[in-house]
């Protein structure tokens, strides 16, 4: 395994230089998972829940996270982001949601980051806004399952 390109060659944190690369397309997909009860579910597909539109609020919050990864994970590039999207599905085999981000630039380095924040962050609203009525829920299976551009190309998830 190559160093860690996070620490200087004193072991002291620093963000990494991409200013020799050339900006290029970048994409990055990423997904997640909220376990819920299923009368949860039913509560969240009727409208009946107490704080209001769940699955808009927290498509609208993975949205808006992704744009501020960078405040988040400390030696994170900056990135002006092209493009942002955050799905929200009901899964009745959970039973729960399932969560994806795609995250698109045209930047120096990758948008892993961004997408993972997007499911991360949609994650937890929808926990925030269900817990009044389901104290039962989990997070999990957040993870990359795509990203393209660059030098190290494309990957996509087994």
């Known amino acids: 395994m190559s160093r860690l390109t996070h620490l200087d060659e004193t072991g002291h944190p620093r963000m990494v230089d991409v200013s020799a690369k050339d ?3 970048r994409t990055a997909r990423a997904e997640g998972a909220l376990h819920c009860a299923a009368a949860t579910l039913d509560l969240v597909r009727a409208g009946k829940t107490p704080k209001g539109s769940v699955v808009q609020t927290a498509e609208l919050a993975g949205v808006m996270a992704a744009k501020k990864t960078a405040e988040l994970v400390p030696l994170c590039h900056p990135l002006a982001l092209t493009k942002v999207e955050v799905t929200i599905e009901f899964d009745e085999s959970l039973p729960g949601f399932q969560v994806a981000a ?3 630039t045209v930047a ?3 948008v892993e980051m961004e997408a993972l924040t997007a499911v991360s962050v949609a994650c937890l609203t ?7 009525v389901d104290r039962t829920m989990v997070i999990d299976g957040i993870r990359v399952i795509e990203k393209s551009g660059g030098r190290s190309g494309s990957w996509t998830a087994a």
């Open 23 to 25: 900006a290029a397309p």
């Open 102 to 104: 795609e995250v698109r």
């Open 126 to 132: 929808l926990f925030d806004m269900l817990k009044a």
């Open 108 to 110: 120096q380095t990758g």
